[in-house]
């Protein structure tokens, strides 16, 4: 059952969280950005397992976007935020789940690493906005909003940290690839915020849907790496035995019961990506 819960709770935030920062650059850009992507990241959440009060509170945050895009101009740096803010709620509302699994070792370093997951979240969801949003409604944002930023940029830290006190040796050297950003461009992006934090500044330089499509690829990583810490947390290993079970499947469970030595940790994290999705549920 407690395998379960952190299963369930895994997908349907990973599904939110995608659909939040498409929604953020969707209603800052007036719905003339990401409006097919957004359609997308509903299908996939109403695909979920969702509880009756979180599908109610889902579809009040859809509603408030939906009805924010048909408003006048000047209102659309508060309606970003706003949505932006709702989803943070609902999301922390599902991280609650996981609450019952902190402590040390292997589950206490699950909930650590969905917690920086939705750390690195916040920040796609906020420049997604702040990016799309027109020059000079950027100006109208709260001071509020920006803080947003700055705490998810700290928050990543801080569970960065604890992810690497509470994980043991081997499942560390597995997922310590989640705190590299593998591109560039990124890091350049993530060394400015840190330093400056400083949004309008990367507006010359950097699109929403460029904004997206980096820290999707880098969210998507932590996916698959939070895939692996689940297998350590939850009894896979009958799994890797049954003759159903692909060679990918097998070949990674096998890795992570196994040395588990630095040098392969990206090796293991792209061949799990490569697992059909149902076989990871």
């Known amino acids: 059952m407690a395998e379960c819960v952190l299963e369930t709770t895994q997908e349907v935030v990973h599904k939110v969280q995608r659909e939040r920062g498409v929604t953020c650059g969707w209603v800052a850009s007036g719905g003339t950005q990401f409006c097919g992507l957004l359609q997308q990241c509903r299908a ?62 292997a589950r206490g370093a699950y909930v650590a690493f969905a917690h920086l997951k939705e750390a690195t979240g916040i920040e796609r969801a906020f420049l997604c906005g702040a990016l799309a949003l027109p020059t000079a409604a950027l100006t109208t944002l709260p001071s509020r909003a920006f803080a947003q930023l700055v705490l998810g940029l700290e928050q990543q830290k801080v569970h960065e940290q604890k992810v690497r006190q509470l994980a043991p040796p081997k499942l560390l050297d597995l997922i310590r690839v989640g705190f590299e950003f593998d591109s560039d461009e990124l890091r350049e992006v993530q060394r400015h915020l840190m330093e400056q934090f400083d949004v309008s500044s990367l507006r010359s330089s950097l699109s929403a849907e460029r904004c997206w499509a980096l ?67």
């Not at 880098?218 to 799994?239: F, G, M, N, Y």
């Open 215 to 281: 820290l999707t690829e880098h969210i998507d990583k932590l996916e698959t790496l939070q895939q692996l810490l689940l297998a350590e947390v939850r009894p896979l290993h009958s799994v890797a035995d049954e003759n159903s079970a692909t060679a990918a499947l097998q070949q990674c469970l096998r890795a992570i019961r196994g040395s588990g030595a630095a040098s392969d940790a990206r090796a293991v994290a792209e061949s799990l990506s490569a697992v059909p999705a149902n076989e990871l549920k």
């Open 44 to 105: 996939r959440t109403d695909g979920s397992a969702l509880e009756v009060s979180v599908m109610e509170q889902l579809n009040a945050i859809r509603c408030a976007a939906d009805s924010s895009v048909d408003q006048a101009p000047p209102s659309v740096a508060s309606n970003f935020f706003t949505i932006f803010s709702d989803y943070n709620s609902l999301i922390a509302r599902l991280l609650r789940a996981l609450e019952q699994f902190s402590g040390s070792g």
